[in-house]
């Protein structure tokens, strides 16, 4: 076992491959993923939701990183291609794009997480990683995983689950674990209906956040014998796993360990967005005085890709015709023409035409709002022409017959709903 005193102890990072997850569409977005894959949804006004994992990467000093596509992959590439090619390959860096390309069966495309990595070892033998790092690509939050590759080193484990603690109530929505007493995974459990409570908290479960650290000869053998079971679903969380628990050291290792605080901060923050509902309410969030994910931490940087645009600009100051905005974010190339805009985010070149009215709104780059529009609590797609006039957010009848209403009331609008009210 390593120690501290040892040089290749602080070399760990150097010596692990991460695999980012980024096949899936994310269907409970609904229409927002119609055109993109969940990671390549838009978030937090400039950022994409990949970019939070491989930030992380990045910042934790792990930057060899596969990213595994599918799921229509053109807008996520086209970011990656945009955003993540300054990695210096002579330096042993890079983030390279893996799409499912039915490389072991002509009529084999990814068949699960797991199946995803295994039609992709040669790729990863070929790296001659000591571990590996298996991430998913739809998350936000900030973490070192360096840190938790230091603990799986520390504790001798096989396996390392990254772990993330909930109500007991909600965890049915989650592959969750049962630990003993030294965090060793005892059974786990895909949505269960009575979930296990962590050792001394009743009320609290341990949730599976999609983030494994595994030997690179334990995922090989494992990935292989998975691949040859008929009955499989070829998935980390339903397969891998559960069937390791009982023949390996699988360990837990809970998110506040290695999660980056900023000043300030008293809770560990990671959001499932995966919902419209929890998409905007992670939006809201960062419209909030101090909210708890710090994006202007220098410290630990979130990258991205963004086009080169003029500052935001704010114009008109007549009685009844005042460009504002208050408690909100707003993105670079946004004009706020005579309209008012609060507790809202605004992606970039956004414009807000005179007399609109914008309360709670999510908007995605490059919408124009019309004049005298007034808009409550939405999430509106990209390239959206808003009609002049337009009012959403007051009549739940007439808002569910025309877009998607959440049961919460949030108001999903996109182009092709555009076009039906013509």
Known sequence: MLMRDDIRYWQLPKRAVAVILAGGRGSRLKELTDHRAKPAVPFAGKFRIIDFTLSN???????????????????????????????????????????????????????????????????????????????????????????MLHDHVERGADVTVGCVEVPREEATAFGVMHVDDQWRITDFLEKPADPPSIPGKPDVALASMGIYVFNADLLYEQLTRDAADPSSAHDFGRNIIPYLVDRADVMAHTFEESCVF???????????????????????????????????????????????????????????????????????????????????????????????ELYGAVVLPQCDIGRNARLRNVVIDKRCRIPEGLVVGEDPEDDARRFNRTAKGVVLITRDMLARLV
């Open 57 to 147: 990467c990045v910042n934790s000093g792990i930057r060899r990183i596969y990213v595994m596509t599918q799921y229509k992959a053109h807008s996520l590439i086209r970011h990656l291609q945009r955003g993540w090619s300054y990695m210096r390959a002579e330096m042993n860096e890079f983030v390279d794009i893996v799409p499912a390309q039915q490389r072991v069966d002509e009529a084999m495309w990814y068949r699960g997480t797991a199946d995803a990595v295994w039609q992709n070892l040669d790729i990863l033998r070929s790296e001659g990683p000591d571990h590996i790092i298996v991430l998913a690509g739809d998350h936000v939050y900030k973490q070192n995983y360096a840190a």
């Open 262 to 356: 900023s000043e300030g901060q008293s809770e560990a923050y990671w959001r499932d967005a995966g919902t419209i509902d929890a998409y905007w309410a992670a939006n809201m969030d960062l419209t909030t005085v101090t909210p708890q994910l710090d994006l202007y931490d220098t410290q630990w940087p979130i990258f991205t890709y963004q086009e080169q645009l003029p500052s935001a600009k704010f114009v008109f100051d007549d009685d009844n015709r005042r460009g504002v905005a208050i408690d909100s974010l707003i993105s670079g190339g946004c004009i706020i023409s005579g309209g008012s805009v609060h507790d809202s985010l605004l992606f970039s070149q956004v414009r807000v035409n005179s007399f609109s």
